[in-house]
């Protein structure tokens, strides 16, 4: 699928099915984020592949509101240095592992944010840094309705020229 077309179908997936992800795949994905674009390249992320039943189950219970990252054959927790930009780097490098997986028919979201306590110390992360997200990955449990969102339409969110004029 193209770019456009992952972008205007992927939904967050919560339920995934016991398939495994290959070597690969999960190979690309951390490309995407790897490749991703970074205000003065400071590429302030790290990515920890999560593959162990038993640290997939932790990480579900120490991210509280993911608790379905448990069934994820895999999972990434990206990890982020403490500087201005850090936040909106590792979301836009999530961003582009999210689109990628999506094309290949993975599913994902986005769990926790900044502050998962037990965390850094479980998956030994240096205390300098914080853990962004855990991204569960697999393939989706049910077929999901690609393309159907319920998103503002485009008049309400977009402007030309000046805020308020209307979208030509």
Known sequence: MDAFEAVSTLLAVRAFQ???????????????????????????WHFIVVDDPADLKKLAELGKTGPY????????????????????????????????????GIGSNWVGYIGMKGINEFLNIPDNLDVLAILPFGYPVKQLGQGKKKRKALSEVASHGKYGSPLR
């Open 18 to 44: 016991p398939k495994p992800i290959s070597a690969e795949q999960i190979q690309r994905i951390l490309e995407a984020g790897r490749l991703t674009g970074s205000g003065s390249n400071g590429q302030p």
């Open 69 to 104: 990252v448990a069934q994820a054959p895999v999972a990434v927790v990206v990890v982020i240095e403490r500087t201005p930009i850090a936040v909106s780097d590792g979301s836009r490098a999530i961003q582009s592992m999210l689109i990628t997986a999506w094309a290949e």
